[in-house]
């Protein structure tokens, strides 16, 4: 917990809640050990969905597809959801939950590994949701960059890791060593880009919103 829990808990008792099939799946992943969205970051995402016309968004990291029904369910009616999942189990369990929705129509869903899977994607997408293994987000970079427009807004969770990320190199493993310095990478490139304006946020495990900049004309006529 990034900040103070009982802030955490007042602030996310103000929330109206989901729909009950969303609250069903929800459940399901809790009690089944799967990593969805906290409520603080579900908040957010509603925020940006009614805020903003995100009519194209791609998601990397899908689970069993809580927070890509969230998003249909909150996003525009003409919101088209693109999301990228590796693990079979969790792709199953997904597809059956955007059938249960009946959301087939708005959701695809790329079985395999991002890495692979965005190099093929074309875009541009108005909103990417990084959700995935957090160690990957650099190496996810070049192309998330290349799938966004200007204006287009990039969201990347759990970029604290619950604060660790500034823990001493001595006092974690050294999987997580390697996550948390691959991790301070990555939020160094989304603040100094030139490309990106970004604010990093304590909410929920830490999130960064970027927004693509739109290119600037030089004197010499240039682009940058
Ligand atoms: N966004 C989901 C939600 O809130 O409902 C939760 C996603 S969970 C935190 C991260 C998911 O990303 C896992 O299901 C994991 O299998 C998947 N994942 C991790 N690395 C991946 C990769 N390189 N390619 C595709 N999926 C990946």
Not at 149 to 163: E, F, M, R, T
């Amino acid at each position: 917990m990034i900040i103070d829990e009982r802030l955490a808990s007042y602030i996310d008792s103000l929330d109206r809640g989901n729909t009950p099939f969303l609250d069903e799946i929800l459940k399901y992943a809790l009690d089944h050990q799967i990593p969805v969205v906290r409520r603080s970051m579900q908040s957010l995402l509603k925020f940006l969905l009614a805020y903003g016309r995100l009519e194209s968004i791609l998601e990397i990291g899908t689970a069993i597809g809580f927070s890509a029904l969230l998003m249909c369910e909150y996003g525009p009616e003409s919101c088209r959801i693109t999301t990228i999942e590796k693990d079979e189990k969790r792709i199953a369990l997904a597809r059956e939950n955007f059938k249960k929705a009946g959301q087939e129509e708005k959701i695809t869903l790329l079985e395999g590994d991002a890495a692979d899977i965005l190099k093929t994607l074309k875009g541009p997408y108005s909103m990417i949701f990084m959700d995935a293994a957090k160690g990957q987000y650099i190496h996810f970079l070049p192309d998330i960059l290349r799938l966004m427009k200007p204006g287009s807004l990039l969201v990347s969770d759990n970029v604290l890791q619950d604060g660790d990320v500034i823990q001493s190199r001595f006092a974690v493993t050294r999987r997580n060593r390697t996550i948390h310095a691959r991790m301070r990478e990555y939020l160094y490139e989304l603040k100094h880009l030139p490309e990106l304006e970004t604010v990093v946020l304590p909410v929920g495990d830490g999130a960064a919103l970027s927004v693509r900049r739109s290119p600037v004309a030089t004197p010499e006529g240039n682009e940058h």
